[in-house]
C-alpha cells in the first residue's frame, strides 16, 4: 500500500558513532520565532498526537538549503520509562524522542513538500531520565490527557516552543544525513538533524507518556516508534570534529607576510581567522 516505505533511504537510523564523517558546512542553526507565545492546538491522529505550531517559526542555517517554517511536533516513546526513542546511537535507544517537523517556505503543506527530497525538514531530540520533573513538559503532558481518544482536539494556550529545547547556542553539535518520514507513506523527502544535547524528563513523566494516548481499542498506545532501517549507503554527517580532527585543522596554520607584517592565521572550527600582527 505504501510502497516508498520499502525505499532506499528510509527513516529512522541506528547512528554509528565510528562512521559518521565531519562536515565543516554543518554550522550553527538559527531560529526565529520559537520564543514567541503562542495558543497552539493537539490533535489524535490515531498513530501519535501532533501539535500545531504556527509558521512565523523559522529555521535556517546548520546547513539547510533553504529557509524552513513549522509544522508540528510530535513524539515517540516506548512504555515503562523504557526504550522509546526512534533514531538509535551505537545501538542505545533512549527513552523517548522529540520530532519538530518543518517545510520549505515556499511550500502551503506537507503534501506539496513531499515532492521535494529536501522539501522536509526534521529536528529530532532525544529525552533523557532526570532526577527532578521537567516543569515545562508537564505542559505537554496536560495536553496529551486532554486528547486521549482518536480525534480528539485540544488547545494550549501560551506556548512557547522555546521553553521545550534548549537554547541555539547549546545546539552546535549534531548528526545529519537525508532519510524519510518515519510513518505512511514514508515520503523520502527529509534532511534529518538529531542534536546531541538531550531533554529532561524526570521517570514519572516518562511513564505517564505513554499511558495518556490511547488507541481506537481502548489500550494505551505504547511503543511508537519504527524500527532503524537500513543505511544503504547514505553518509551521516556531524557539525563537531573529533579532537584529531580539530588538532589537523590547527596544524594547518600557514604563516604568510603582508608588508612588513607578518601574521600567522589558523583557520579554525568556526572558519574564523586569528592573526596576530
Not at 49 to 64: D, E, N, T, V
Not at 88 to 94: K, L, M, P, S
Not at 206 to 213: K, N
Amino acid at each position: 500500500m505504501f510502497p516508498e516505505c520499502g525505499g532506499q533511504r528510509q527513516s529512522p537510523i541506528n547512528i554509528v558513532t565510528s562512521t559518521v564523517q565531519y562536515d565543516p558546512a554543518l554550522g550553527p542553526f538559527a531560529f526565529d520565532g520559537h520564543d514567541h507565545i503562542s495558543n497552539i492546538t493537539v490533535d489524535h491522529l490515531g498513530h501519535s498526537a501532533h501539535f500545531a505550531l504556527p509558521q512565523s517559526m523559522r529555521i535556517h542555517g546548520g546547513g539547510l538549503p533553504s529557509v524552513y517554517k513549522a509544522l508540528q511536533f510530535h513524539l515517540h516513546w516506548g512504555v515503562n520509562a523504557g526504550p522509546g526513542s526512534e533514531h538509535t546511537v551505537d545501538g542505545e535507544r533512549y527513552p523517548m524522542e522529540l520530532h519538530i517537523v518543518y517545510i520549505k517556505e515556499e511550500y502551503q503543506s506537507l503534501e506539496e513538500a513531499e515532492s521535494d527530497s529536501a522539501g522536509i525538514a526534521v529536528l529530532g531530540f532525544f529525552f533523557e531520565a532526570s532526577q527532578e520533573d521537567n516543569t515545562h513538559f508537564d505542559t505537554v503532558l496536560e495536553a496529551l490527557r486532554r486528547v486521549r481518544f482518536i480525534g480528539n482536539t485540544s488547545s494550549v494556550a501560551a506556548f512557547k516552543l522555546s521553553d521545550i529545547i534548549p537554547p541555539a547556542h547549546e545546539l552546535s553539535a549534531y548528526y545529519r544525513y537525508s532519510g524519510s518520514m518515519t510513518t505512511p507513506a514514508c515520503n523520502e523527502a527529509v534532511i534529518w538533524t538529531i542534536f546531541h544535547k538531550t531533554l529532561p524528563a524526570s521517570h514519572r513523566q516518562l511513564v505517564e507518556v505513554a499511558g495518556e494516548v490511547w488507541y481506537w481499542t481502548g489500550k494505551p498506545m505504547t511503543n511508537i516508534f519504527r524500527p532503524a532501517q537500513q543505511l544503504n549507503g547514505r553518509v551521516v554527517s556531524r557539525s563537531s570534529p573529533l579532537p584529531d580532527e580539530l588538532s589537523a585543522l590547527t596544524d594547518s596554520a600557514v604563516p604568510f607576510l603582508s608588508g612588513s607584517a607578518f601574521c600567522l592565521c589558523s583557520v579554525l572550527v568556526s572558519v574564523s581567522l586569528y592573526c596576530a600582527l
